[in-house]
């Protein structure tokens, strides 16, 4: 048996984005933070570029989402947590006010336990939780990877009833990278120095047949000629295009664009002609840390 629901595609975010039980349940782990005063809009001190990736526990963002001629009708944050010894990020998001009576007030929450591999700098997932919520309607897929078995299993669920699951296995020495354990990767260095004109691809969880994540980073010349373009004022950012698997944000082409600070923080993004509403932004308002 097999399903579909209009999912607002919230989770983008992060990108960096693309994630908790079997029924949606209110976070639990609202930090008790302190905002990290920016020394520039996506920047912070202590920024490293590499190194051990526990450092971003603690650590949320915060972003504010425009689509049609709707500002600021959605809210997100991705966080990062260890709770006894167990490493997971969550990302939530949510439409709000006037839009989110008309949404039934859609959420996505989505959530990664992780594994710390590579000496401390990489992540790899050991479940991963997509949940939407639309209205009194919720759905969800869960994914469990089995490395020493080199199994992919996955369950969908609606309203807490499994409807569907499968079993795949994992290419030997691969790993099924979801949207929040490419975001940390990707953050950390793992496939290099981020610079401008540079290019990589990333395994992701197969979606109807595609399972790659592509990024590049457009060379400087051509983030000169789109800043202009756009009326930005020049800062110390880098312009990312991002192609992933359609089926992950219900868009025409699967393409985002992220402006990233230096410090490998998505300041302004844009998934590219969702349907039926065409473009969405998000825009990073802050930062919170708890170390």
Do not use: C
Request: overall charge neutral.
């Amino acid at each position: 048996m097999s399903f579909k629901l209009p999912k607002l595609p919230l989770f983008l975010i992060i990108i960096i984005v693309s994630l908790i039980s079997s029924s949606f349940v209110p976070t639990a782990y609202a930090l008790d933070a302190k905002s990290a005063k920016p020394i520039a809009i996506g920047k912070y001190d202590n920024f490293l570029p590499e190194g051990k990736i526990t450092r971003f526990i603690g650590e949320t963002l915060y972003y504010d989402i425009s689509f049609l001629w709707f500002k600021n009708a959605a809210s997100a944050k991705v966080s990062f947590f260890e709770e006894n010894g167990n490493f997971f990020s969550v990302l939530e998001a949510s439409t709000k006010g006037f839009v989110g009576f008309f949404t039934s007030y859609r959420k996505h929450f989505y959530k990664t336990e992780f594994e710390v591999i590579d000496n401390g700098k990489k992540l790899r997932p050991k479940t991963f939780l997509r949940q939407v919520v639309i209205g009194n309607q919720v759905e969800g897929t869960q994914h469990h990877f089995d490395y020493a078995k080199r199994l992919h299993t996955w369950e969908k669920q609606l309203n807490g009833e499994q409807v569907e699951t499968e079993q795949e296995e994992i290419p030997f020495d691969e790993a099924f990278n979801d949207i929040l354990t490419t975001f940390y990767n990707v953050r950390n260095g793992v496939y290099g120095s981020l610079r401008n004109g540079k290019k990589f691809v990333i395994r992701t969880i197969p979606e109807k047949g595609h399972d790659k994540i592509s990024v590049h980073i457009l060379p400087e010349q051509d983030q000169e000629r789109i800043r202009i373009e756009e009326g930005r004022q020049k800062r110390d950012e880098m312009l990312i295009n991002v192609k992933v698997p359609k089926e992950i944000f219900k868009t025409q082409t699967g393409e985002l664009m992220f402006w990233s600070s230096s410090h490998n923080i998505p300041v302004e993004t844009t998934v590219k002609d969702y349907i039926l509403l065409g473009d969405l932004h998000a825009r990073f308002t802050h930062r919170e840390a708890n170390h």
